[in-house]
């Protein structure tokens, strides 16, 4: 936490070289996140850049609160990924399963996991939201359960008992999805 | 086994899970818990795989060349004082004179709804937040008199002084209505189109040069508002989440007759910072 404040303090100072680590140390996870939760790899990519860009435009007037960065940055993601969905409606997306297949060469995987993939995908959004968020934040975002607390604005106990709710709730989405 | 003492070893299988560690190696510290761990520990090792997306060498190296040219300088931010009106600054500096030797002032800063001096601090904030100009400034000013009047309800509930308390509350509830409709305010923009990067939307061919370098500027503007709602919006989630903690923490500890005085305060922040949220979308 205190490198994280002096990064920023840094970066308010100009140094861009400080930025730039914390822009080696978020980039995967953020861009994992937002591909978690738009299941489409190209328009993750291009949200994943602007992310970073309003973070460092942004952050002259971050004040330091004690929160880590990580809840101020995927706090960003968030608010990018909302007004994406809120624009891609009506547009049909490439889902996980299609993102898989992408990155993977042998055909064989590749089948099994575009079905356990595209399940998956489906039965996460008949969860709530707050399951899909904690669901999201944890494995993609690979957040602690105090990072995602801080993001979240509950106490971790509230978020273990919904990431247990959660994974509960898949399991007996997923058996209805498979059979 | 309690249902929260299960979450509990849930959760630390999933961390190491999450560290890299096999389903067997999880469940082999818990073998009483075995049965029923491992059909959630497979399930969620089974996410975990789902989500381990890497982004492409491509990607990498083209989101790092854009961000290497934004911070070449294609953005500066300017300091306050260059944004405001000459007039303004002139202005500021001979009211910071006053307020510099006006020693009631002064001394009411730091005054308690309890004091005499209490009415001149509140003028004094009425007068700051009328010299204030910039929309932005200007909610930052009143999420700080938020702020204050927290700190106020808590000094006065270790008082016990229940009047006071629910007099704050009262302007409490006022500013967090006054910040909602000020984000209202702030023009919004809604220039990023999806699927195109910042980068590529400097300007279009077919333009004239002139009208592009207006757009362009235009963008530029529109983009630092957003860029500022975005600071904004991030910075009261934190102040929603710390006020909250600092009202509950003061509840536990409070006697009867102020905990219900502190559950209005409580009240009165989820819902206010609620709206101040929605403000924003």
């Not at chain 1, 990072?147 to 989405?173: C, D, F, N, T, W």
């Not at chain 2, 929260?4 to 999933?14: G, T, Y």
């Not at chain 2, 060498?57 to 300091?79: H, N, P, T």
């Not at chain 2, 020693?103 to 009415?119: D, H, Q, V, W």
Request: hydrophobic content about 40%; charged content about 25%.
């Amino acid at each position: 936490m205190q490198e994280e404040e002096s990064l920023i303090y840094r970066i308010q100072k100009g140094d861009n070289e400080a930025f730039n680590q914390i822009y080696e140390s978020y980039f995967d996870r953020i861009y994992r996140y937002i591909v978690f939760k738009t299941g489409n790899r190209n328009d993750a990519e291009d949200l994943t850049q602007q992310v970073f860009i309003k973070a460092f435009k942004a952050i002259p007037k971050y004040r330091w609160k004690g929160l880590p960065l990580s809840a101020w940055l995927f706090r960003i993601a968030h608010n990018q990924i909302v007004d994406y969905l809120r624009k891609e409606t009506k547009r049909s997306t490439l889902r996980l399963n299609e993102v898989m297949a992408t990155s993977n060469s042998n055909p064989v995987t590749t089948v099994e996991r575009n079905f356990d993939a595209q399940s998956l995908n489906m039965a996460v959004k008949q969860l709530t939201k707050a399951q899909q968020q904690v669901l999201s934040l944890r494995f993609a975002g690979e957040m602690s359960i105090l990072e995602v607390a801080k993001v979240m604005g509950k106490k971790p106990g509230a978020i273990k008992a919904l990431q247990h709710s959660a994974i509960v709730s898949l399991r007996k989405k997923l058996s209805v999805v498979k059979y | 086994m309690a249902n929260k003492e299960f979450e509990n070893l849930l959760d630390v299988c999933l961390e190491r899970l999450l560290s890299g560690e096999s389903v067997e190696q999880c469940i082999e510290q818990f073998p009483e818990q075995a049965r029923e761990l491992r059909p959630l520990l497979e399930l969620a090792s089974m996410i975990k795989a789902t989500s381990a997306i890497q982004p492409s060498q491509e990607f990498r190296a083209k989101a790092r060349f854009e961000l290497q040219s934004v911070l070449k300088g294609k953005y500066k931010d300017r300091s306050t004082l260059t944004k405001m009106p000459r007039w303004v600054t002139v202005s500021s500096l001979i009211m910071g004179l006053l307020l510099l030797f006006s020693g009631a002032i002064i001394t009411s800063a730091n005054s308690m709804p309890e004091s005499p001096l209490y009415a001149i601090k509140l003028l004094t904030e009425r007068v700051n937040l009328t010299m204030t100009l910039d929309s932005v400034q200007k909610v930052q000013y009143q999420s700080e008199l938020a702020d204050r009047r927290i700190s106020e309800i808590v000094y006065l509930a270790d008082k016990g002084n229940t009047e006071f308390m629910e007099l704050t509350n009262r302007r409490f509830e006022e500013q967090l209505t006054a910040l909602a409709l000020l984000i209202a305010t702030i023009p919004s923009s809604d220039i990023n189109v999806p699927g195109q990067p910042l980068s590529m939307m400097a300007a279009e061919p077919s333009e004239g040069a002139a009208n592009v370098t207006e757009r362009a500027i235009d963008e530029e503007a529109e983009r630092d508002i957003e860029v500022e709602k975005t600071g904004l919006e991030a910075s009261l989630q934190q102040d929603a989440i710390e006020n909250e903690a600092t009202i509950r923490a003061c509840i536990a500890d409070a006697p009867l007759n102020i905990k219900e005085v502190l559950l209005t305060t409580l009240n009165i922040s989820i819902t206010g910072y609620a709206e101040i949220m929605q403000a924003f979308s």
